[in-house]
T-cell receptor, first 107, second 115 residues
């Protein structure tokens, strides 16, 4: 099984930076996904980390430390449309998601 | 257009009345999966399938059945629905297992209410 822990809610101002942390314990691990989900919609892929370190994709970056069972998603230059839930998911055959972090961006 | 299609999108049904939620993908994906999403609990995997005729339990399989007779279809069957199965259900697929880093594509979701 997997234990995945991420904060429930975060609030930030437009243009700011927010870091969403995720810790996990899993019996099997190959890499870690981050997904974005707007209310009532399907999740959409953001990133996948398999090696330790930081991967940058435009305004979004994701970091992984396999030895620590830790990842974070960094959202820069926040926009109103970034208000959504962000789901951390350690990847193996049974892909389990964390409960998600709801990010609210305020003007 | 590459997509995962699930039906029905919205359903209200009564306790004990068998129902099937269909899922179909047109991307020739080997891996398919069903999730349910409940407030505060996130996405929980019900069943997954690595290929035709290969299915396995996820984290919350009780009360559900699946079948994978064809590569493109992965129906979710509730033999005797109960109110605690009221939830938002997502079907998903990927080229291979998520452990290999394959992106999971989700259907639009099916809102199921059991009264």
């Amino acid at each position: 099984g997997q234990n995945i822990d991420q904060p429930t809610e975060m609030t930030a101002t437009e243009g700011a930076i927010v870091q969403i942390n995720c810790t996990y314990q899993t019996s099997g691990f190959n890499g870690l996904f981050w997904y974005q989900q707007h209310a009532g919609e399907a999740p959409t892929f953001l990133s996948y980390n398999v090696l330790d370190g930081l991967e940058e994709k435009g305004r979004f970056s994701s970091f992984l430390s396999r030895s620590k069972g830790y990842s974070y998603l960094l959202l820069k230059e926040l926009q109103m449309k970034d208000s959504a839930s962000y789901l951390c998911a350690p990847g193996e055959y049974k892909l389990s998601f964390g409960a998600g972090t709801t990010v609210t961006v305020r003007a | 257009e590459a997509q995962v299609t699930q039906n029905p999108r919205y359903l209200i049904t009564v306790t004990g009345k068998k129902l099937t939620v269909t899922c179909s993908q047109n991307m020739n994906h080997e891996y398919m999966s069903w999730y349910r999403q409940d407030p505060g609990l996130g996405l929980r995997q019900i069943y997954y399938s690595m290929n035709v005729e290969v299915t396995d339990k996820g984290d919350v399989p009780e009360g559900y059945k699946v079948s994978r007779k064809e590569k493109r279809n992965f129906p979710l069957i509730l033999e005797s629905p109960s109110p605690n199965q009221t939830s938002l259900y997502f079907c998903a697929s990927s080229l291979g297992g998520p452990g290999a880093g394959n992106t999971i594509y989700f259907g639009e979701g099916s809102w199921l209410t059991v009264v």
